[in-house]
């Protein structure tokens, strides 16, 4: 157990060293900033569509770490020595998953308020995005983990991971900006597709860690 | 397994439809050492990765006695931390007995790198970077050590000290497979030659 922590604080670590909690909230707004630019200024049909919105650049700020979740520790040999050590694929793949979520999904839900500002929903809905946010980024961590060991070592990794990742994101897409629109059963849809990603999500990467092994 | 610390039996590696080697069986005792030579693409790096666990291999058994520790081409360091503190990541997951910053120190004093242990890791020349890998193993305090080329792109200095950390490990009753094309100083050590037959 105190080896799956010191994993977790390992990605954490990471992830601050290289730039990879700020770049990917900085990307998330300014993607949040360009629909008002791209809409014009209606202020109704702006904070119609800020959930949407801010859905839609969550989902594509979550691919841009993809590429150093998994690949730079199995070019590198850290998978290896962690196998040495008897460590299983699925529990790295499970320790990367939450270190990436931990990394991730406070500051997202955060710059969520300033981009539901910028957008200028209300406050009720604001209350029900941070909740969607809360349930389906773990799902949103999971697939990203999924993805990125999935992809290691492949040539353009970056554009196929886009390419696996945003199809299976789909759900979490329309049950997350459902629930904004107080859709019944949005939020217990949400919940159980991001359950799905988080149980699923450490055997397919444990899978694709072992297979890049071999 | 009691007194041994590795043992292939029967153990066949085929690696993209190719046989490697085949039925190849040898133990290692506490104590002693395993030289694994052959040509380039022999299966001297598959050798070390089945005894380490990393590959399946086709046919046969391996047994050990855990831990084991392995150094392959890749130093598993990472790259943005300060050299010492990247070594005491995997000191701590060692969870070894030993006080790890004394055992960290002690395995940078044994390759020369104590002046280098705040230096970041992506700073270090090839063959820096190759005795940090070094450091790492002898830090690990584990039975058996793996070494997959240990002495490539090390100087003769780094070379005689690789070669008295073996001796001082096998003389504490811990174990060494070496595969190398290098000729190094291990005394008493089996030959298995890959590749022959």
Known sequence: ?214 | MPGGALAFRDVTCVRGGRTLFAGLSFAVEKGGAALVRGANGAGKSSLIRIAAGLLKPYEGIVAYTPPRALITEDAALDPELPLARALRFWARLDDSERDRDAAVAAALDTFGLAELAEVPVRLLSTGQRRRAGLARVVAADALTWLLDEPANGLDSVSVEALERAIARHRKAGGAVVLATHLPLAVPRAQEILLGAG
């Open chain 1, 1 to 214: 157990m105190s080896g799956f922590l010191t994993l977790v604080a390992r990605e954490l670590r990471r992830a601050w060293m290289q730039g990879g909690l700020v770049l990917p909230i900085a990307f998330f707004l300014l993607v949040a900033i360009l629909f008002p630019f791209a809409l014009g200024p209606d202020s109704a049909l702006l904070a119609r569509v800020a959930g949407g919105v801010i859905w839609a650049s969550a989902l594509l700020a979550a691919l841009l770490p993809v590429e150093r979740l998994v690949a730079p520790d199995l070019e590198n040999g850290t998978i290896d020595q962690l196998v040495v050590r008897g460590m299983a694929d699925a529990t790295i793949a499970a320790a990367k998953m939450v270190g990436h979520w931990l990394g991730f999904a406070p500051l997202l839900m955060l710059a969520s308020g300033i981009a539901a500002a910028l957008l200028g929903a209300d406050g009720a809905a604001l209350v029900r995005i941070e909740i969607g946010l809360l349930i389906g980024s773990p799902g949103l961590a999971a697939l990203g983990v999924a993805t990125a060991a999935l992809t290691a070592g492949l040539r353009g990794a970056g554009a196929v991971a886009g390419l696996v990742m945003l199809p299976l994101a789909i759900p979490l897409l329309i049950f997350g900006a459902g629930s904004i629109a107080a859709a019944p059963g949005a939020l217990k849809l949400l919940g159980a597709v991001s359950l799905l990603l988080v149980a699923g999500a450490p055997f397919v990467a444990g899978l694709a860690m072992k297979l890049a092994r071999d």
